[in-house]
Each structure stands twice: as C-alpha cells, then as structure tokens.
C-alpha cells in the first residue's frame, strides 16, 4: 500500500489515546499526521517510472547508434568529414533527442546519489557531440527547413541550458554527502549504507563544475551551428 506510513501513524495515535498519554503530548504528535499524509501523497505521485529509464535508454541508443553508422560510413567512403546520413539534422531526430535529454531538463527530481548525478551531467556532456554531429547537415537543407530545425535546436538547448543553471542554483546538480555529518545523516534517512568507491571522491563542487563546463560547450556549439547556419 503506498499509504503505510500514515496508516501506521494513525493506528499508534489510537493507541496512544487508549493508554494514559498527557493530553498534551498526543495533541503535539497529532499536528504531524497531515505532515505525513502529505509526504506519502508526494512519495505516491513523484516515484519514478521504471519504463521512464527504458525509454531514455532506448532514445539514447538509437542517438549513438546511428551516429557509429555515419562514422563508418565516413570511413568507409573515405569521407572524413562524415557526411551524416542516418543521424541527419532533422524533426525526428530532433524528437528523439528530447527524448534522451529527459534527465538534465527534470527540475524536480534531487536525485542525490553519485550515479544518478552522473547520468545526469552525462546526459548533457552526449549533447555535445549530437551538435557536432548535425554540422555537415547543414549544407544538405534549403533555407526555410534549415532556419526551422535551427529555431527547434536552439529552443532546446536554451531550455537545457536554463534548466541546469536552475539546478546548479537550487542544488539538484551536487547535492552529494561530502563530509562526515552528511554521510551520516544521508545513511539515516534513506537507511542505506555510503559505500566508499572511486565515484564518491567526487563532490558538489566537482559536479557544479562539470555542469557550468558542459552548458559552456552547449552554448558554444550552439553559436558555431547558428552562425554555420
């Protein structure tokens, strides 16, 4: 049941009111139980969907995938500077690259654990190369689909680029445990224990850091396509 925890909370406030509890102290745990019933409404309408990371996986393949095909297509063809022919610059593709850029555009989602911060910058740093990639498109389009595929690129990266600036301001981007009371607190509350990896060495301001670095490059490539363009 997704309602345990008020449940469980209302059963010990009857319980507690049929034993000998001051009045006083029932009344002061009784205001938490709106807290509760809250906290498990939130809990039961923002868990994510697991066919979600299928999705975005899926999406993301598919980006990777056919840009290899244009790489050895290159190769093949001795084209060096790949022409793009299964990942072109497009409205298709455009829709599937929305798709894997779910992570870095979800506001609310703190995601705090190491990997999931990872999976989100990681999301932005593949941006990077998907823009490099559509640069040999743009000699292959007329004037009036290269100025609409340039508007719907530049809409999302505007909207990527505000969105992370969002999150590095509000702390979703590394809201890590760094030092010993948050590892601590963090292994209370979510009733897990910190393991020590390699990953863990890296902290809030590192990932503040990757994140300024990677909406950088995003604005960069985005300048280069808009004046190529």
């Known amino acids: 049941m997704v309602f345990n925890n008020t449940l469980e909370y209302l059963d010990l406030m009857d319980r507690l009111n049929q034993t000998k509890t001051p009045d006083d102290v029932v009344r002061n745990l009784t205001r938490f139980k709106i807290s509760i019933y809250e906290s498990d409404l939130e809990k039961k309408y923002g868990e994510p969907l697991e066919v979600s990371g299928y ?11 056919a840009m290899g095909f244009d790489l050895v297509h290159g190769f093949w063809s001795k084209k060096l ?3 793009v022919k299964y990942f072109p610059f497009n409205a298709v593709t455009l829709a599937g ?5 779910k992570l870095p555009v979800d506001l609310s989602g703190s995601m705090p654990g190491v990997v999931d911060q990872v999976a989100k910058l990681g999301s932005i740093a593949f941006m990077c190369p998907i823009m490099a990639n559509f640069l ?7 004037s009036n689909v290269l100025l609409t595929n340039v508007i719907a690129l530049g809409v999302l990266i505007i909207t990527l680029v505000v969105n992370i600036c969002i999150q590095i301001s509000t702390g979703v981007v590394g809201n890590i445990p760094n030092n010993k009371f948050d590892i601590e607190l963090f292994e209370d509350v979510y009733d897990f224990e ?3 990896t390699e990953l863990w060495s890296l902290n809030d301001q590192v990932m503040k850091t990757i994140a300024i670095l990677d909406v950088a490059l995003l604005l960069l490539l985005l300048i280069i396509l808009v004046s190529s363009s």
């Open 55 to 65: 999705y975005i996986l899926f999406a993301s393949l598919c980006c990777i995938i």
């Open 81 to 83: 500077w790949f022409p």
């Open 97 to 101: 690259i929305t798709v894997a850029m």
């Open 136 to 142: 040999p498109s743009l000699a292959t389009m007329n």
């Open 194 to 196: 910190y393991e020590a």
